[in-house]
């Protein structure tokens, strides 16, 4: 009997979405259904774009974890179809408000070529509001093709809700992708949040 590596002949592969503010632990949230699925010794990819400059080379998680989980940048989501080889199970793709943003379609119809095409488990995390509360569109087309979505909710800096869904710029810029960190962003509520 024939041996398939990635299990996708007998459970249909899905493609899950974790979106939510910066502070809420979404990277952290893909790394650790990555991990489960290493577990199961199974192979995986992870991929970040490349003009997401917080991310150290080459990793994800770089910031919450003692051992971050090695990734391939990549300019477009056409590159990540490249990397794609047949024993792989699970493929994790962070930050996905950065990707292709002139074609906001794109990375989610990748995705969807990865799950029926080739089967694969994907796992897809980022940031679905920006500072001045309007969806990132990359985000909102993947939450709406997703097989499920999982809202990741920070503490909220001003009150003290664990239902913080925004991220609250703190300096002054018209930039939509401000690249920072708590330098410059702090986790709020819905109610505590100020549109930039
Ligand atoms: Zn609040």
Redesign the pocket.
């Given at each position: 009997m024939s041996h398939h590596t990635n299990g996708h002949s007998t459970h249909p592969a899905t493609l899950d979405v974790i979106a939510g503010p910066m502070f809420s632990n979404k990277s952290l949230e893909l790394i650790g259904r990555i991990r489960r699925v290493q577990y199961a010794k199974k192979k995986t990819l992870c991929f970040y774009p490349e003009t997401d400059t917080r991310t150290e080379h080459e990793t994800i998680g770089s910031r919450s974890l003692s051992k971050p989980e090695p990734a391939i940048a990549c300019k477009s989501a056409r590159d990540i179809l490249q990397h794609i080889t047949p024993n792989i199970a699970a493929v994790g793709i962070d930050e996905a408000q950065f990707w292709d943003m002139e074609e906001p379609e794109l990375l989610g119809l990748v995705c969807l070529e990865l799950v029926r095409k080739h089967g694969i488990n994907v796992k897809v995390a980022g940031l679905d509001l920006d500072a001045s509360d309007k969806p990132f569109e990359v985000v909102a087309f993947l939450m709406a093709i997703a097989d499920r979505v999982t809202k990741t909710r920070a503490v909220?800096?001003?009150?003290?809700?664990e239902y913080?869904s925004r991220s609250q710029r703190l300096v002054k810029t018209n930039a939509r992708t401000l690249v920072g960190d708590a330098d410059a962003y702090e986790a709020?509520?819905?109610?505590?949040?100020e549109p930039h």
């Open positions: 909220c800096v001003q009150c003290g809700s913080g709020r509520c819905t109610h505590c949040f």
